[in-house]
């Protein structure tokens, strides 16, 4: 057994509220017993106290952010500003708590170096890469001097990955990018940002209404092809009448208005409505409400090898999806847990969702299989590899811990292995390194 609780700090530019990932690992932790912090922001548009708790779990709004960064510059002194309250925050929080580990999440990688201090008293230190920075600020800004700025990110993000004691990566294409230029493969894992049964359980629909709602929940970002969805949309529109397309987000600033500009122009804007986001724990009664999800994700960008944890969402709620087939999603998933069209082509989308529409085989199967492959890869499945990981490196620091060696070695789930194929199907590893498990073919 465990000797003691563990005491983790979780360290994120984001609003913890909205954030699965973040909340999944928390309260994960949280639910065996250990003690966690979140240092955070604010979320926007909103006036939040600088102290709360949560689901057990005890979060300092550091910062407040306003999502309205037109400018690399306004993200940056912002990332730095944080980067320096959060160190702030941190010196004063391990002097009272002692933290075993700080998982610190990125955007930005060099956030880790807000750590130094607890670092030094001999905490562990996790970097959670969500995004690639380097690729995720080519796609961003539009910039002439963009070699040399994704040159530098890339220096930071081998930078930092030195600093700290392990890396997670969210999945395993970016795995392959992170070893070849910044870290050892020994020091990496791969944790899919699955969704928590414990939030997103299945939920019935109670919308009785006729219409037929098309769903979007995300950043209203270029890489999301937003564009392509609407276009596709006015053409699913013509064929039927009743259909509304919903779109969940944040303030999308000059990206909302030329969406609102392209529907407009389509003569579907009555149609296409841009609703303001909402607490995450209101999001699954929102997908089950839904008829269809769409992830209409360009190829030829940042989102081609951006996972879409979305998916896994509108499955959870039994909502059949569909999805541009990107170098990702095509790694993951299979035509028929999800109906794939060609990146970038609106015509291709609107008649994948018309087959929807007017197939209720199609969307039956959907569903089922959709299911199935939460049921097989859910974080139910996955979080024994999460908690063994904080149990070793909290081992490292002289703790006793179940399932972790005491000499600071990871065990053999930790490990980079080969994934392999086997009669048509992936075995998941329990640390999720391996593909997941594919739906069986009816």
């Known amino acids: 057994m465990r000797s003691a609780n563990r005491t983790v700090c979780m360290l994120a530019y984001s609003a913890y509220e909205g954030d699965n990932r973040i909340r999944r690992y928390a309260e994960t932790l949280v639910r065996r017993g250990d003690t966690v912090h979140v240092i955070a922001i604010s979320a926007p548009h909103l006036e939040q106290a600088r102290e709360a708790e949560i689901n057990g779990v005890k979060l300092y709004r550091v910062q407040h952010r306003e999502q309205n960064e037109r400018s690399k510059w306004t993200y940056a002194w912002r990332l730095l500003r944080f980067l320096f309250v959060s160190s702030r925050a941190l010196i004063r929080l391990h002097r009272e708590n002692q933290y ?74 970016w795995l392959t990018t992170v070893t070849k230029r910044s870290a050892p493969a020994t020091k990496c894992s791969v944790f899919l940002n699955l969704v928590d049964p414990d939030l997103f359980f299945r939920r019935q629909k109670t919308r009785l209404d006729p219409r037929f709602i098309i769903l979007f929940p995300g950043s209203l970002q270029w890489h999301q092809g937003l564009d392509i969805a609407i276009s596709a949309f006015s053409e699913f529109k013509r064929r039927v009448p009743a259909a509304e397309f919903h779109l969940y987000a944040g303030s999308g600033g000059d990206m909302e208005e030329s969406l609102r500009k392209l529907a407009r122009q389509l003569g579907v804007e009555a149609s296409v409505r841009f609703l303001r986001g909402v607490p995450l724990d209101d999001m699954p009664e929102i997908i089950a409400n839904a008829d269809l999800g769409v992830v209409p994700k360009r190829a030829d960008s940042f989102g081609n090898e951006a996972y879409s944890t979305k998916i896994l969402e509108f499955m959870s709620q039994g909502v059949p999806v569909v999805v541009a087939r990107t170098k990702i999603d095509s790694y993951y998933f299979e035509e028929g847990t999800v109906h794939f069209f060609t990146a970038g082509d ?51 620091n002289g703790r006793d811990a179940l399932g972790s060696s005491v000499d600071g070695k990871h065990g053999e789930a930790h490990r980079p292995n080969d994934y392999r194929v086997k009669h048509g199907a992936v075995a998941a590893s329990e640390d999720g390194r391996t593909k997941p498990e594919r739906s069986k073919r009816p």
């Open 100 to 173: 075993d580990v700080i998982h610190i999440h990125n955007i930005p990688d060099f956030l880790v170096f807000a750590a130094w201090y607890p670092r030094l008293c001999g905490a562990k230190l996790i970097l959670d890469i969500h995004d690639l920075t380097p690729e995720l600020f080519a796609a961003k800004f539009n910039t002439r001097l963009a070699k040399a700025y994704v040159w530098i990110l890339k220096l930071v993000e081998a930078a930092s990955a030195r600093f700290v004691d392990h890396i997670i990566v969210s999945n395993h294409l």
């Open 346 to 396: 609106s015509h291709a989308m609107a008649e994948s969702m018309l087959d929807i529409f007017s197939n209720d085989a199609l969307r039956a199967s959907l569903v089922a299989r959709g299911l199935e492959y939460c049921d097989a890869n859910g974080w139910s499945q996955k979080k024994v590899a999460y908690l063994r990981l904080i149990d070793s490196l909290s081992a490292q």
